[in-house]
């Protein structure tokens, strides 16, 4: 199930220009996400069922490792989106200095 979903975000991510290097070796698997412009910064995404004794502990989330919930696996657009915001500044500041160069 965890493999499931982050073959299925990979898959999406890729499609939006990102790089991703499973680590299904790690326990917990996760994927690492990075933009072909930034040469070092990147994400490493996980997935965790959502917290205990709520309604959400049935459902499945992304998060970025350690613990931040992105969105539910459910949302793999929504994922993508996330992630393009989080690291979406620093892919600019990259394209800029590169620019400037």
């Known amino acids: 199930m965890v493999i499931g979903h982050l073959d299925r975000l990979a898959a999406a991510l890729l499609d939006d220009g990102w790089q991703v290097l499973p680590r299904y070796d790690h326990d917990p698997p996760f994927l690492r996400v990075w933009h072909p412009d930034l040469e070092v910064l990147g994400l490493s995404v996980g997935?965790?069922?959502g917290p205990a004794g709520t309604r959400q502990a049935a459902v499945w989330w992304y998060v970025m490792l350690p613990h931040v919930r992105l969105t539910p696996c459910a949302d793999?657009?929504?994922?993508?989106?996330?992630?393009a915001w989080l690291l979406?500044?620093?892919v600019m500041a990259a394209r800029?200095?590169?620019?400037?160069?």
């Open 47 to 49: 997935v965790r069922p």
């Open 76 to 83: 793999v657009a929504g994922a993508v989106g996330q992630i």
């Open 88 to 90: 979406g500044p620093w």
């Open 96 to 101: 800029q200095r590169r620019a400037a160069r």
